[in-house]
């Protein structure tokens, strides 16, 4: 029995006369049994029109003058169900003389043919074939625009019947198309993949239409609201279904009326199914790494459309990660970046990777520090540690608070005028120098010119010969140490050459700490202790020693 | 350079910067100038070693970006990424005027065409830098060329090579001052990114030799000092 009431009659009434199919009207009823739109379509369309032939007085009595009534009518839009998807055009032809056409003139067949045991069987089939692991779904459904117009004009006309009735609805009370198309199929398509249908579910199912024939009927918008429909990027109409809700909005009722047909005309055809796409909601894997190369960018270079150096902190850690969680994309960030020809020690630097739409999501801590071993196992020019799956959120830490963080660096440092160890001695005695840094040369062309104020906390100087020493500097993150050295056209003011009263230059960079306590440590397991994929020397920690100069050519290193 | 033999590296500027120089500035003999473009198209203003402030140990005294009534360099500012605002330069826009102890004024120029991004305020207070470190922090200015035309730019001003052949061919004449000589040089028959490459530089008293009407077709240049 259908959850309507004596008021509901005249709406009906008016739907079924304009062409409003079954599904459609219970909707504009704002009846809210989800079980009422999975009832068989034939079974509900002639409960409702038996509903509409029955007269008012006898509504609470005689119901066999109910059941009389019903029959005919009954019948004969049976009839017209079966013959709509008849391929005979005679018959057809026929049909729609009767009754114009069988497709609903607000849902244009959505709610009619796409809502069946057959059709959940094909979003099915779709599903399996492109070899997903999911553990529960959620549909999503992308309708035509112009379904927005044809649901305006239907509602204007269930308006005008309750205005003459003195009922108030709100048009927010009506159930949604998609609403209503979503409580029929997620059962049936739930049934046929043997997983829950939830609304939070990772796993999108999306079932997009179209009707090509009613395409025409948004285009008065843009004569009465032009502001609301913008060219933009990426979209191949301006009719978009944003553009289109936001246009009704400002709409008045006359204006749609003399523009509009109230009800809308009738299609001849049907919907369209448009595609079906599933989309996983993304997987984020955390950890740190160590680049041990001084040749080793952090991203792909390239200049002028032309790759520089082969291979990027990015791709090394990527590739195993792509493969693993199939995904088709990625979105790599870290807690800062290193120059190229500086390598990154210590702990390692914190990154984030956010996999797209990836297959396969679900791994185990064994599995990832599998991951971890093969990322490792494939170069000795990076090593990564803590690898982990994290949330969204959770990647936020990383760049939270990131300009309050100290980094420590270790740098080789020549000097011009010939130095004694006591003279690079004043340096370890230096606290919390403010330093004024202009943004440096190197990166003036893609960032705005500013002067920032920078800190180093601390430096600890260490005598190699008479034109070089080793400097260790902890800093305010944002502090561009190789401009602090060799004063960047004394644009970073004081700086070392100021300091040191002579000119001085960086050979060699190291990137010693990023104090970024996220993401958290993953202790190695027991049988991982002391066994290792890299080289000895890959594991030195150390700062740069007068054989890490001569055997990088530092023609190449800057 | 001298210095890489020192550090057994090469400088900050050779590391990053190619050497670009326009010589006798707007005629003015040895008003050289060097532009430091670094790779990332970036361009500082310097004063070349031989330009004459340097080369006679001249003292500064005043130092002025104000190049007009109407136009001061040290009002420049840019904002964003894009570095609106800027003043646009072309080849021969001077960027300021230096005054020496002897009274003579020197006008230093842009050289290349481009937005001006910053200039050196520091010269104005220490002009000693200027002298002692003409290459780095004694610069003149900062210019951003356009990113289209960043390879274009240099095309009228000389390499470094190109630069040491002027410098050593001006050495040899130097004896020769105070007379009036006919130089002669002779093309390549290819024009190399707008810049000659001589075969032959001849140096002729005028008084000795005619030059012959048909040797100007291949000796297209004449100069005199
Ligand atoms: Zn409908």
């Known amino acids: 029995m259908l959850p309507l009431k004596e008021k509901d009659r005249p709406i009906v009434r008016a739907l079924l006369d304009a062409g409003?199919?079954?599904?459609?009207?219970?909707?504009?009823?704002?009846?809210?049994?989800?079980?009422?739109?999975?009832?068989?379509?034939?079974d509900l369309t002639c409960e409702l029109q038996s509903f509409a032939d029955t007269r008012e007085t006898s509504i609470s009595g005689d119901s066999a003058?109910?059941?009389?009534?019903?029959?005919?009518?009954?019948?004969?839009?049976?009839?017209?169900?079966?013959?709509?998807?008849?391929?005979?055009?005679?018959?057809?032809k026929e049909s729609a003389e009767k009754t114009e056409s069988n497709i609903c003139v607000v849902c244009l067949g959505v709610l009619q043919h796409f809502c069946d045991k057959d059709f959940a069987k094909k979003i099915a089939e779709t599903v399996m074939a492109e070899?997903?692991?999911?553990?529960?779904?959620?549909?999503?459904?992308?309708?035509?625009?112009?379904?927005?117009?044809?649901?305006?004009?239907?509602?204007?006309?269930?308006?005008?019947?309750?205005?003459?009735?003195?009922?108030?609805?709100?048009?927010?009370?009506v159930i949604q198309v998609k609403e209503a198309y979503k409580w029929i199929l997620h059962s049936l398509v739930s049934q046929e993949l043997g997983v829950p249908a939830l609304a939070k579910s990772l796993f999108e199912v999306s079932v997009g239409f179209k009707h090509p024939e009613t395409d025409g009927d948004c285009h008065f918008l843009a004569a009465t609201c032009s502001g609301c429909f913008k060219p933009a990027k990426n979209k191949q109409s301006v009719f978009t279904r944003m553009a289109v809700v936001k246009a009704l909005e400002k709409i008045t009722e006359e204006s749609f009326r003399r523009k509009f047909s109230c009800p809308p005309k009738r299609p001849t055809t049907l919907c369209a199914l448009q595609e079906i796409q599933c989309l996983h909601v993304p997987v984020f894997v955390a950890g740190r790494y160590n680049k041990f190369s001084r040749t080793l960018p952090q991203t792909p270079w390239v200049i002028d459309g032309e790759r520089r150096m082969e291979s990027s902190v990015e791709e090394l850690i990527t590739a195993p990660l792509l493969s693993a969680f199939q995904a088709e994309g990625f979105n790599f960030s870290s807690s800062g970046r290193e120059d190229v020809d500086v390598r990154t020690l210590g702990n390692g630097r914190?990154?984030?990777?956010?996999?797209?739409?990836?297959?396969?999501?679900?791994?185990?801590?064994?599995?990832?520090?599998q991951l971890q071993e093969t990322i490792n196992k494939s170069s000795s020019k990076i090593r990564v540690r803590d690898l982990q799956i994290v949330t969204r959120e959770a990647v936020g830490h990383m760049k939270e608070g990131e300009e309050e963080k100290t980094k420590s660096y270790c740098a080789l440092i020549w000097t011009q005028r010939p130095i004694e160890e006591n003279d690079i001695e004043f340096l370890n005695d230096i606290k919390d120098l403010n330093i004024a840094q202009k943004t440096p040369l190197r990166v003036l062309h893609r960032r705005p010119l500013a002067v920032r104020q920078r800190v180093i906390h601390t430096m600890s100087a260490q005598y190699r010969d008479s034109h070089h020493f080793c400097l260790q500097l902890r800093t305010q993150a944002g502090t561009y140490i190789k401009e602090f050295v060799h004063g960047d056209f004394g644009r970073t003011r004081p700086n070392l050459c100021d300091l040191m009263k002579t000119e001085t230059d960086i050979l060699e960079l190291d990137v010693e700490s990023v104090d970024v306590d996220w993401p958290p440590v993953i202790p190695e397991p027991e049988s991982q202790k002391g066994r290792s994929s890299l080289p000895e020397h890959q594991h030195k920690d150390t700062p740069p020693s007068q054989e890490d100069i001569q055997c990088h050519p530092l023609g190449s290193l800057f | 350079m001298e210095d890489t033999e020192i550090r057994g590296a090469p400088s900050v500027i050779d590391r990053y910067f190619t050497k670009w120089y326009k010589t006798d500035l707007k005629g003015k003999p040895c008003e050289d100038h060097c532009v430091l473009q670094h790779s990332n198209r970036i361009c500082v203003i310097t004063l070349a070693e031989t330009h004459p402030l340097l080369q006679k140990g001249k003292a500064i005294k005043s130092i002025s970006y104000q190049i007009s009534s109407a136009c001061s360099r040290l009002e420049n500012k840019v904002s964003g990424k894009s570095k609106r605002g800027g003043q646009f330069l072309t080849e021969l826009a001077p960027l300021c005027r230096i005054t020496s102890t002897d009274g003579e004024e020197f006008t230093i120029f842009s050289c290349v065409r481009g937005r001006l991004l910053e200039v050196n305020a520091d010269i104005l207070t220490r002009p000693n830098l200027l002298l002692e470190k003409p290459s780095t922090e004694g610069y003149i200015a900062i210019i951003l060329p356009k990113f289209e035309e960043s390879k274009s730019i240099t095309e009228g001003l000389l390499t470094r090579t190109e630069y040491e052949d002027v410098v050593s061919k001006r050495a040899a004449m130097k004896g020769l001052r105070n007379h009036y000589w006919y130089i002669t040089m002779q093309c390549t028959d290819a024009w190399e990114g707008g810049r000659a490459k001589w075969h032959t530089c001849n140096i002729l008293e005028p008084k000795k030799k005619k030059v012959q009407k048909g040797e100007l077709s291949t000796r297209r240049q004449f100069l005199y000092l």
Not at chain 1, 75 to 89: A, F, N, S, T, V
Not at chain 1, 356 to 364: D, G, I
């Open chain 1, 350 to 369: 914190p990154f984030a990777v956010e996999l797209l739409n990836p297959h396969k999501a679900q791994f185990s801590t064994e599995e990832v520090h």
């Open chain 1, 131 to 173: 070899k997903y692991e999911f553990h529960s779904l959620v549909l999503s459904v992308s309708l035509p625009a112009q379904l927005s117009v044809r649901e305006h004009s239907a509602w204007l006309l269930v308006k005008k019947e309750m205005r003459e009735k003195t009922m108030c609805l709100g048009k927010d009370d």
């Open chain 1, 65 to 92: 003058e109910k059941e009389q009534q019903d029959v005919p009518p009954c019948k004969k839009i049976r009839l017209d169900i079966e013959k709509g998807g008849d391929e005979d055009g005679k018959d057809v």
């Open chain 1, 20 to 42: 409003c199919c079954a599904r459609c009207i219970l909707r504009f009823c704002c009846v809210s049994l989800q079980s009422a739109y999975r009832q068989n379509y034939e």
